[in-house]
C-alpha cells in the first residue's frame, strides 16, 4: 500500500519500462477515502533486462516506489517552506 500522490502510477510504470519489466497486468484498489492505494502488477521480464532472480525484481521496484516516495517528500518539503521567511 502507498499514500495516494498525484502522477506516482505513471511514474511507477515509467520505472518499471526503464528496468526492462514490461507490464501485463495492473490492479489498482483504493481505500473509502482515496488516502490510500495498493497496486498489484503482473510484470514480463524483458529481454535484455539484467533482472532474472524475484528477489532482484521486488528490490528493484521497491527502489523505484522509494525513489518515488522521496520526490514527493521533496516537493512537499518545498511547498511547505516556500511560505517561510528566510532567516
Not at 56 to 76: K, P, R, T
Request: glycine share 6%; aromatic share 2%; with cysteine.
Amino acid at each position: 500500500m502507498a499514500p495516494r500522490r498525484p502522477g506516482q502510477l505513471l511514474k511507477l510504470l515509467a520505472g518499471m519500462q526503464a528496468l526492462g519489466l514490461a507490464v501485463l497486468h495492473l490492479n489498482v484498489v483504493s481505500t473509502a477515502l482515496d488516502a490510500v492505494e495498493l497496486y498489484t502488477l503482473s510484470l514480463k521480464v524483458e529481454e535484455g533486462c539484467s533482472l532474472t532472480a524475484a528477489e532482484d525484481i521486488a528490490a528493484a521496484v521497491h527502489h523505484v516506489l522509494c525513489i518515488i516516495d522521496a520526490e514527493a517528500a521533496a516537493q512537499w518539503m518545498l511547498a511547505a517552506g516556500a511560505g517561510q521567511p528566510d532567516i
